[in-house]
T-cell receptor, first 116, second 112 residues
Framework: AQSVAQPEDQVNVAEGNPLTVKCTYSVSGNPYLFWYVQYPNRGLQFLLKYITGDNLVKGSYGFEAEFNKSQTSFHLKKPSALVSDSALYFCAVRDGRSGNTGKLIFGQGTTLQVKP | DGGITQSPKYLFRKEGQNVTLSCEQNLNHDAMYWYRQDPGQGLRLIYYSQIVNDFQKGDIAEGYSVSREKKESFPLTVTSAQKNPTAFYLC???????????FGQGTRLTVV
């Protein structure tokens, strides 16, 4: 069965410092991995994805994520955090074996708090 | 503008009533999804549909029903059998398994 874990409910970081939001996953086949951000009372916005290829993927707003197959992880990173990055972040996975489209499963979410 | 439209933004339901949440997309996406969001629990999949006239239960389908008569539309009915319906409901769509899902702005349902 597919599953996603985000082990930290909240991450606190000072503005200008690097940030990491952790994600681990479990799928039977090849994973398709995604990161989304949510601001209060809004829908989710797509940040980046890993399908195949280079393990380091770059996305919107200066975010990047590293796919690590041996550790089944897909951590979200940013070299220098901004106060405006404060939001709720979700990791998601889809099993690449499941045909043209399939279940998209989300983690519990991690609240990122960037302090000035 | 292309996108996903959910309506209404806020919805109040009396105990024992069925209510239907609307989700429309003009992105020509094949797959559509309904998620429920509760504080501290992330997004949980209710139903998803990969093509018209076909849909599958997600992890928490009990007390909900859906239809997919048109590619653009995937309405969700919250029935009286759903004992704790107060939540934020999100609809999404995607074109394929390797592509990202696009989300609507959500409907907040409250039981009064």
């Amino acid at each position: 069965a597919q599953s996603v874990a985000q082990p930290e409910d909240q991450v606190n970081v000072a503005e200008g410092n690097p940030l990491t939001v952790k994600c681990t996953y479990s799928v039977s086949g090849n994973p398709y991995l995604f990161w989304y951000v949510q601001y209060p009372n809004r829908g989710l916005q797509f940040l980046l994805k890993y399908i195949t290829g280079d393990n380091l993927v770059k996305g919107s707003y200066g975010f990047e994520a590293e796919f690590n197959k041996s550790q089944t992880s897909f951590h979200l990173k940013k070299p220098s955090a901004l106060v405006s990055d404060s939001a709720l972040y979700f990791c998601a996975v889809r099993d690449g074996r499941s045909g043209n489209t399939g279940k998209l499963i989300f983690g519990q979410g991690t609240t990122l708090q960037v302090k000035p | 503008d292309g996108g996903i439209t959910q309506s209404p933004k806020y919805l109040f339901r009396k105990e024992g009533q069925n209510v239907t949440l609307s989700c429309e997309q003009n992105l020509n996406h094949d797959a559509m999804y309904w998620y429920r969001q509760d504080p501290g629990q992330g997004l949980r999949l209710i139903y998803y549909s990969q093509i018209v006239n076909d849909f599958q239960k997600g992890d928490i389908a009990e007390g909900y029903s859906v239809s997919r008569e048109k590619k653009e539309s995937f309405p969700l009915t919250v029935t009286s059998a759903q004992k704790n319906p107060t939540a934020f409901y999100l609809c999404a769509s995607s074109v394929g398994s390797g592509t990202e899902a696009f989300f609507g702005q959500g409907t907040r349902l409250t039981v009064v």
